[in-house]
């Protein structure tokens, strides 16, 4: 049954919702719930896998609690996206890096389309599983990680649970009713008993609440992206004789709103001996609406998802990465985990103006489509340095998600020694 339904919403959020978008045919009123909300179709097929498989939950779970008594515990990501997603986000490679660091990591995917019921081991120690918050509540001592519009369902959890309450995002970005929003914020500071701040915008505003609050910003997963067996990619969607003769500036990342869809397509009519190679998923309406001249151009073009497991081969073939994103409330307070890949893979960058770009002296920072054009080329030469690739490399070893967990599970002991 999960199989089918993983299917559809596969097909769903890849090629019927933007469909929905462009007919304005989705409503537009706020979800109230968070991710206790589900859609009708996930509602109904969840009751009845609850019916079919409460016993195999019982034997699942047991196995699970075996396999904890050989590590370090357990850390519970409550329902956010989905495992099997295009672009892979900031708790996946969280959960993936905690159970590297020896926990049993479990992804609870009961808001999404992932082919589970039950549990199951989808990577070492990493479990997705799906069914009712009883079962998951029963496993002991656990490390809950909580976003602003699942924290919730922290409730459901016995009090001797950790709770990280990580603020990844302005308010406004969450697709829930604000009230709710505000409320379970709120919650979230005066209850969890570690707090995470994204970005620099973010950690700034909370500190008053929290002055123990953590600066966490997004990490990367090194070797995937420094490898010394990255393979380039054979993409039929991408003409050998338009990339052949001239400098490739690369994008990968949702085309949404928050994307400079009219930067782009100035800095390419300034730029016609430079091409652009957009990777990603369309996230909303906003290419069809804002990037139709862009798209127009010869020199640019955009190619849909690629999967995570090749981003590193699309990544070798930019001469320079870019972030050209709008500024805006949310871009300011938003960490792109993009910039960190580019800096594993060795690639100069150019960003708009967002503080946590500009936090790095090594990104060329673009306020205009005239800036962005003459970064091209002081990038692209930085980009033939050696000495300058390899200290792009060495900032991402630094931001590498494991630093990122080692400082949680740091400040996560020291909070554990002081109540002692």
């Known amino acids: 049954m999960w199989r089918l339904l993983s299917r ?41 896998s609850t019916l079919l498989t409460r016993s195999s939950n019982s034997d699942q779970l047991k196995a699970v609690t075996e396999r904890l008594k050989e590590k370090k515990g357990a850390v519970i990501f409550l329902p956010s996206v ?28 009961s808001n999404s389309y992932d082919d589970v019921s039950g549990f199951k081991e989808v990577e070492p120690n990493v479990f997705l599983f799906r069914g009712s918050d009883k ?32 603020w990844i995002d302005d308010l406004d970005v969450f697709q829930f009713d604000r009230a709710f929003l505000d409320r379970t914020h709120e919650r979230g500071l005066k ?18 609440a929290r002055p123990d609050a953590l600066y966490l910003p997004n990490g990367v997963e090194y070797d995937h992206f420094a490898g010394q067996s990255i393979k380039l990619p054979d993409d ?23 994307f400079d869809y009219d930067l782009l397509n100035a800095v390419a009519a300034l730029r016609p001996d430079w091409n652009f190679l957009l990777i990603g998923p369309m996230h909303d309406n906003s290419l069809r609406e804002r990037g139709r001249s862009m798209l ?25 990465a870019t972030v050209p994103f709008v500024i805006n409330d949310i871009t300011l307070a938003t960490s792109p985990l993009k910039l960190f890949e580019y800096f594993a ?22 306020r205009n489509a005239e800036e962005f054009s003459l970064a091209l080329d002081r990038a692209k030469t930085e980009g033939e340095d050696l000495q300058f690739r390899e200290r792009l490399r060495s900032l991402g070893r630094e931001n590498a998600w494991k630093a990122r967990v080692q400082l949680v599970l740091e400040h996560l002991q020291n909070l554990q020694d002081e109540t002692r």
Not at 303 to 317: K, V, W
Not at 345 to 366: L, Q, R
Request: hydrophobic share 40%; net charge neutral; charged share 20%.
């Open 135 to 166: 079962v998951l509540s029963e496993i002991a001592n656990p490390i809950l990680w909580a976003f602003t519009y699942n924290f919730d369902r922290t409730d459901a959890y016995v009090s001797s649970a950790r709770t990280v309450y990580d």
């Open 82 to 109: 989905g495992w099997e997603i295009v672009n892979t986000q900031r708790t996946n490679h969280l959960a993936r890096e905690f159970a590297n660091q020896g926990y049993v990591a479990i992804f609870d995917s």
């Open 8 to 48: 559809y919403g596969e097909i769903k959020y890849r090629y019927l919702l933007p469909f929905y978008r462009a007919l304005g045919l989705l409503p537009s009123q706020r979800m109230p719930l968070g991710t206790l909300g589900l859609s009708r179709t996930l509602r109904s097929a969840q009751a009845l």
């Open 191 to 208: 209850e969890a008993h570690l707090v995470a701040s994204v970005a620099r915008r973010l950690h700034d505003r909370v500190t008053a």
């Open 296 to 320: 127009k151009r010869s020199n640019v073009r955009w190619i849909g998802p690629r999967d995570y497991q090749e981003l590193p081969g699309y990544l070798q073939l930019f001469d320079v």
């Open 345 to 366: 893979g060795g690639k100069p960058v150019i960003s708009t103006p967002m503080p946590e770009c500009e936090a790095f002296a090594e990104v060329h920072i673009a």
């Open 236 to 258: 039929s969607d991408i003409d050998p004789s338009w990339m052949s003769g001239k400098p490739l500036a690369g994008y990968y990342g949702a085309m949404a709103e928050w």
